[in-house]
């Protein structure tokens, strides 16, 4: 016990606390982040979606498969300030920001003011929360609900208060409505139920005192979660979407554990943000293990118990895949519990030293909290700071470009992994489908060079093409078929950075003047001439073909999102499909195969789903493996099997010819066997 401090002090501190919070998390704003995300962009085009009436769904399978409810947020935030990066982020911002005054009254009811202040001080000048909230990920939802939850649990664990276990059933539905990472936090409670249970086996008792409040926190709970409860009873394999997919087997459980345990202080095993950096600055990290190992070592504690169980649980989804900063996000307030715990057991040992004993305690807890603000600015917010990977800032500056051009280029890009949601939410002009693309994205640029381009009618033509590889070679050529051309480089940082990308834009008036390359000589006729476009028998970027029983070629048409039949002279007979993702419609449909009943499979690659279609267009099956796909791309069929390539997960899935699901071989590597992409 520790004597509580004055309110005309305590309140002060606690203001103080929360200044530097909003600090930390808002201070050059408009430098980092420096770019739009490709998942929060992916987001925000679903949120446009939202603000044209789609109908309500807790959870969507597209892309992985994600909860909406940072989406809502995001389409809140679109309507207030605009299609805008700013939109898009203001959420996480606000929710790491709120985030804090839960937290300190958490941390007061547990261990005192004084811990309370510690301990939220050092949540508010974190790299981890600064990150999380400015990426504008979903996941940034997470710790802000679970605090809530575990504030009103614990509130109602010392008082019984029938209201509090109301909330804290609230908290909880609304903690699994934002990321599938924290679907293990609902153990938390019968868990810690059971081990005060042990402790103390007063069964009746905790029956008497806590009975009610229990039933109505699992009404509470079960009422908010409904819809996503509900969706994921009639969806399961969409639901679990990449999160059975990444599950690595109780084989890798030990594996899993040691890394996930490693996060803080030594390695954050990110593919963004933490890769080789732990999620801890450095007095936070060596102060978090003290602090552990103090809870560990006060088992007997009831405080310590729920503090370990809440971190274990929310390192649990990383655990089974792969742990990270995101998949892990919901230790994030047990983490900072830890690191406060443990410079409070060197403060009060401290104390312990006689009469020099309470100012060194004091220099100590002063020199410790500062390291931490110093720590996180030097390394996020000053201007020496790390560069951070995940942010992609010049995919945003091109895709700002590329708004200046919609409607009066046709544009063409590629030549680097530039995240395509990215530039699809960046060039959205502001009606229609938001995931219709303005552009076309090439794989090979070298294409270019063996085209003849047609844009619709008006528009001239636009190629931004990156400032490395194949882009410089194909840029020079495309001058020499255009002369009447204008260049523009395009620069990050802006006007004072190196050239990443260049476009090169051809007025409508010069583009009947065309001179390409020509392709290698053809072995036999072209069968088809409809040349680039939106009518029958035109293509935007086709990338798959197949022939039927009857002689009649099927094409997928990737571009126009739909596929067209031709006789087997050539002669166009009809078109398939058009953009959306119910049954008998596309997004970017990329390969297809015939079986021997003259059926079609179809890869509706971005749909992450093959269709089959019978030859007089009935959908008989829509299908995919368990655990889904992630960019499906290629398919064959030999005798009763079907085999399709899967790019992003680098796998080939096996399935018989009525669409279910057999087996899968190869996985990620440059070994014998292994695939990548």
């Not at 009639?234 to 999160?243: E, I, K, L, M, V």
Request: hydrophobic share 45%; with cysteine.
């Amino acid at each position: 016990a520790e004597e509580a401090l004055p309110r005309t002090m305590e309140w002060p501190l606690a203001l103080l606390v929360l200044a530097i919070g909003i600090f930390f998390r808002t201070f050059r704003l408009s430098e980092l982040p420096p770019g739009l995300n490709h998942d929060v962009a992916w987001n925000g085009l679903y949120a446009i979606k939202i603000l044209q009436g789609v109908p309500y769904a807790p959870y969507v399978p597209e892309a992985w498969g994600r909860e909406t409810f940072m989406m809502y947020l995001q389409a809140l935030g679109i309507g207030w300030f605009g299609r805008s990066l700013f939109a898009m982020i203001f959420p996480a911002i606000v929710a790491m920001i709120l985030m804090l005054p839960p937290f300190y009254w958490w941390a007061r009811r547990m261990f005192g003011v004084r811990a309370a202040l510690i301990a939220t001080f050092f949540l508010a000048a974190a790299g981890w929360p600064l990150v999380f909230g400015r990426i504008g990920w979903r996941a940034g939802l997470q710790p802000l609900f679970t605090t809530i939850t575990c504030l009103f649990f614990w509130r109602a664990f010392l008082s019984a208060r029938v209201f509090d276990f109301v909330l804290s059933g609230v908290g909880l539905a609304l903690t699994v409505n934002t990321y599938n990472g924290a679907r293990p936090l609902p153990l938390l409670f019968p868990l810690f139920a059971i081990a005060y249970l042990v402790r103390y086996r007063r069964l009746v008792e905790l029956i008497r005192r806590y009975w009610l409040g229990i039933l109505v926190m699992l009404v509470a709970f079960g009422i908010c979660v409904e819809p996503l409860a509900s969706y994921a009873l009639h969806n399961w394999d969409a639901f679990q979407g990449r999160a059975g997919f990444l599950y690595s087997g109780p084989s890798e459980f030990g594996h899993g554990l040691r890394q996930a345990l490693l996060l803080f202080n030594y390695r954050g095993n990110g593919d963004d943000f933490f890769i080789d950096t732990p999620l801890l600055e450095f007095p936070a990290a060596v102060l978090f293990v003290f602090g552990v190992l103090w809870c560990v070592l006060r088992w007997r504690d009831e405080r310590a118990v729920f503090l370990l169980l809440g971190l274990l649980l929310s390192i649990l989804p990383g655990m089974v895949t792969k742990p990270n900063g995101n998949r892990c996000i919901g230790a994030m307030p047990f983490a900072y519990f830890f690191a406060a715990l443990g410079l409070l057991y060197f403060v009060r040992s401290m104390r312990r030293l006689g009469r020099v004993g309470p100012p060194l305690a004091m220099a100590l807890l002063v020199l410790g909290l500062s390291a931490q603000a110093g720590a996180t600015y030097k390394e996020y917010l000053s201007h020496d700071r790390r560069a951070i990977w995940g942010y992609y800032p010049e995919t945003s500056v091109l895709g700002r470009y590329m708004r200046t051009l919609v409607g009066k280029y046709a544009m063409w890009v590629g030549g680097a992994n530039f995240p395509r949601d990215s530039l699809t939410f960046l060039t959205y002009p502001g009606r229609g489908d938001p995931f219709q693309r303005q552009y076309t994205w090439l794989d090979d640029i070298t294409a270019l060079l063996h085209m003849i381009l047609q844009p619709p009618p008006g528009r001239g033509l636009a190629f931004l093409l990156a400032n490395g590889d194949n882009g410089p070679a194909v840029l020079a050529e495309l001058q020499r078929r255009f002369p009447a051309h204008q260049i523009v480089d395009l620069r990050y940082p802006l006007d004072k950075g190196p050239v990443f990308a260049r476009a090169l834009l051809v007025p409508a008036d010069q583009i009947a003047n065309q001179e390409p390359v020509a392709p290698p000589p053809p072995t036999s006729e072209a069968l088809w001439t409809g040349g680039r476009g939106f009518g029958p028998g035109q293509f935007n970027s086709p990338k798959g073909l197949a022939r039927g029983l009857d002689g009649s070629f099927y094409v997928a048409d990737t571009g126009n999102h739909r596929i067209q039949k031709f006789d087997p002279e050539g002669a166009f007979v009809a078109t398939w499909g058009e953009l959306g993702s119910g049954p008998g419609a596309f997004r970017e449909p990329s390969a297809i195969a015939v079986d021997r009943d003259g059926n079609l499979h179809v890869v509706d690659t971005w749909n992450s789903r093959i269709q089959k279609i019978s030859p007089d267009r009935h959908i008989l099956r829509v299908y995919a493996p368990p655990q889904g796909f992630f960019g499906p791309r290629g398919i064959t069929i030999a005798k009763d099997r079907v085999y399709v390539t899967d790019g992003g997960k680098n796998l080939v899935d096996v399935f018989d010819v009525s669409g279910n699901y057999l087996s899968q071989f190869g996985g990620e590597g440059h070994g014998i066997g292994q695939l990548f992409q």
